[in-house]
């Protein structure tokens, strides 16, 4: 199975082999386990690295998750979502693309951008603190921002509206 993994802007193609137990990046091969256990922590064996897997979400294409203790968010795109992108299709996952929502529960630090400030892709748009950590927030597409719900010092909880953004192109 072909795979497309996107972590912090940088995409990556993973083919997986379940019934060997082997994935590959970028030319390499490597074998896998994966196990859930009661209570749902997910282990993942790496050649002789263990990797403990929880708190996982799954919103439209993204699934986020702690992997040892710490926050990860990951888009991931099937062989289906490659091909409709190649043939300029939009994908469900894409409709409603230009609400930017809280990806994990946190704080507003700054909302870098006002009502009707054009952005481009992928610009810096708010500061969300989570876990004592700050966490930049990008446009998740091109255009004019069309409302901004949050302020700066409010408590949101996960999936809670932050801006939209009306879509150009």
Not at 4 to 28: C, K, R, S
Not at 86 to 108: H, Q, S, V, Y
Request: proline fraction near 4%; charge should be negative; aromatic fraction near 6%.
């Amino acid at each position: 199975m072909k795979f497309e993994a996107i972590i912090n802007d940088e995409a990556t193609e993973l083919h997986i082999n379940p019934e060997d137990g082997e994935f590959a990046i970028n030319d390499t091969e490597e074998p896998y386990s994966f196990h859930t256990q009661p209570g749902g922590r997910r282990l993942l064996r790496i050649g002789h690295k263990l990797y403990k897997i929880d708190n996982v979400e799954f919103e439209k294409q993204t699934i986020s998750f702690t992997l040892n203790g710490r926050w990860c968010s990951v888009e991931v795109r099937d062989e289906q979502d490659l091909l409709m992108d190649e043939m300029g299709f939009k994908t469900e996952a894409e409709i409603g693309e230009g609400e930017l929502k809280a990806p994990m529960p946190g704080k507003i630090l700054e909302i870098m951008v006002a009502e009707g400030d054009e952005v481009e892709l992928g610009d810096p748009v708010a500061i969300l603190e989570a876990m004592k950590m700050e966490n930049e927030l990008k446009a998740p597409v091109s255009g004019v921002i069309k409302s901004i719900t949050a302020a700066e010092n409010d408590s949101l909880e996960k999936n809670a509206l932050i801006l939209e953004i009306e879509s150009r192109g």
